[in-house]
């Protein structure tokens, strides 16, 4: 098991979050205009980086979105800010 950081609640179990989507990832626009392939890709094509990754994250027990950084290869978390504090 490993353990998350929601920024509200502090450290949980990774079965209390959900994968939203890769941060800084372009939403394809105008969305009436997009194909079904291209919204598919949108969806469910990701970059999988080797390394460090900006994701957004849902902690559900709480319901807050919030960015995390992590490394896939050896699974640290680096940071989980509020997405407020991280546009900033
Ligand atoms: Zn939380």
């Not at 950081?5 to 372009?26: I, L, M, Q, S, Y």
């Amino acid at each position: 098991m490993q353990a998350f950081t929601c920024p509200f609640c502090g450290h949980r179990d990774e079965t209390e979050f959900h994968f939203v989507v890769e941060a800084g990832k372009p939403r394809p626009e105008p969305s009436e205009e997009v194909s079904d392939e291209k919204w598919a890709a949108y969806l469910h094509m990701g970059k999988a980086p080797k390394g460090e990754a900006r994701e957004i994250w849902l902690h559900i027990t709480c319901g807050l979105y919030f960015l995390m950084t992590r490394d896939t290869v050896t699974r640290d978390i680096l940071s989980s800010e509020c997405l407020l504090e991280a546009s900033e």
